[in-house]
DNA sequence: CGACGCTTTGACACAACTCAACAACCGTGG
DNA sequence: CCACGGTTGTTGAGTTGTGTCAAAGCGTCG
């Protein structure tokens, strides 16, 4: 069934409307401009106009934003299959930084292109728009775990939900993944300070829950993790809209 | 300039994109089907199939999130012009719960009518879709309040964030707003126990900051403010896009 | 080899939470 | 009219989660 062009973006917002060999096609050619950036460069600036949106194909991404203060928060790492951008193209200028953690592969798309693409395909532009609606649902859930749940919890539930979407992607098994975090970034996820994080993950180890090193994740315990996360499944893609 | 169908939501939409005369109808129409809900009252249920959108007409509503332990987490408080449950059409079902905080009137649209508009009106449907990205940006921004500010600081950043929205719809002066907000509910929006908030508030008080009370918050020092939260204008509706 | 990035641990400080009590302000009903 | 419960705000005392600072361990790589 898969064949080279059916991309993991073809396949997420396949998983809302059924497209249109058009619009299948469209997708493609989306993808078309390949770049690849170093592990460390930055894709978008913080309070930099956005020229274009990306839709990441292989590698990690970290978005996040900095502080006056010098503080960071990371507020989301796109994992392939992920659009960057696509809502600063909207609002004009980034409101956020985002930058590759690994060598990462991504299809670059002009922001006037993306609009026009909007236009012409009022399909496209609604599974835009439901991408766009997923991935703030997403921030709304992270939202949360920062806001109330303590740093115990609130990493337990990250480590559920980064291994939900990484199996979308095929990139995690039910128990295990590989990652390029480290805990000091962890930390500017969770908003806590990386040494916290150092003493959780410990207490995570100690009670046989789970394990995070050398760039691996270990899920030792799902239940007693989501138990202590309070988790619920992302329930993504269960049955498609009835978009006339 | 101001029609009596020159609704909030046509300029706030307008301020994306200028609009055309048939788009400017479908608006209104969109808006001709007017609910009010009493004081208290649920307008979505978190985990409830979403059928219909609202857009806030009067009064003032609150997004928020349950957790198994009883916690709630406020996501955000819609006032007049701002959608409410569209996101969760898209995704089918809600994530979250919204209730009117006050009486409010609202109007409502059927998910499949949401959907037919933007099959139709593609540039309805991207300017819906700088909308909910626009609300993302803020949900991103309270995000980075709650990880990485002090309970002072985000409380700080809130009060300024909201005077400048309901600015807009003409609901706040410079310096002061009426709002229907207790210790209780900011103490969910930033994610601090009730206690804290009014220890907060009495420190900025008396530090000749700002005053919240009866209903009323008073801005004393502005700039101040603004320092201590580390405070960036919204910077909405600067200039259109160039939208083909 | 030394330098560097990342992790681990300890000691201490502080922000924020919990529990508890009380005050002020309603609207309601006897 | 006052007594009453309910809601919201205020304050204190003691506890706990998390932050800060500092030092040391341990790989990797030039």
Chains 1, 2 share one sequence.
């Not at 010098?70 to 960057?84: A, E, K, L, S, W």
């Not at 609002?91 to 985002?98: E, G, I, K, N, V």
Request: with cysteine.
């Amino acid at each position: 069934m898969d064949t080279e062009f059916d991309s993991a973006l073809a396949r997420k917002l396949n998983s809302f409307v059924e497209m249109s060999k058009d619009e299948r096609g469209i997708l493609v050619d989306l993808q078309s401009n390949r770049i690849t950036f170093k592990r460390g460069q930055a894709l978008i600036e913080q309070g930099q106009a956005a020229h274009e949106a990306f839709f990441l194909q292989s590698g990690w991404g970290c978005n996040f934003k900095m502080l006056p203060d010098g503080g960071r928060q990371v507020i989301r790492f796109p994992i392939p299959g992920d659009c960057i951008g696509l809502r600063s193209i909207l609002l004009r200028t980034s409101d956020h930084s985002c930058s590759a953690l690994t060598d990462v592969v991504v299809a670059a798309v002009e922001a006037p292109r993306m609009l026009e693409i909007m236009n012409k395909y009022p399909r496209l532009g609604a599974a835009f728009l439901w991408s766009v609606s997923q991935d703030a649902a997403m921030v709304v859930e992270h939202l949360v775990s920062i806001g109330r749940r303590s740093a115990k919890e609130g990493l337990a539930h990250f480590i559920l939900e980064l291994t939900e979407r990484l199996k979308l992607v095929g990139l995690a098994t039910e128990a295990q993944f590989e990652h390029p975090l480290n805990q000091s970034i962890i930390a500017d996820a969770l908003g806590v300070s990386e040494v916290h994080v150092n003493r959780i993950l410990r207490e995570l180890r100690e009670q046989n829950l789970l394990t995070l090193r050398e760039g691996k994740v270990n899920i030792l315990d799902l239940s007693g993790l989501q138990k202590l996360a309070g988790y619920r499944s992302l329930q993504i893609g269960r049955d498609k809209i009835d978009y006339a």
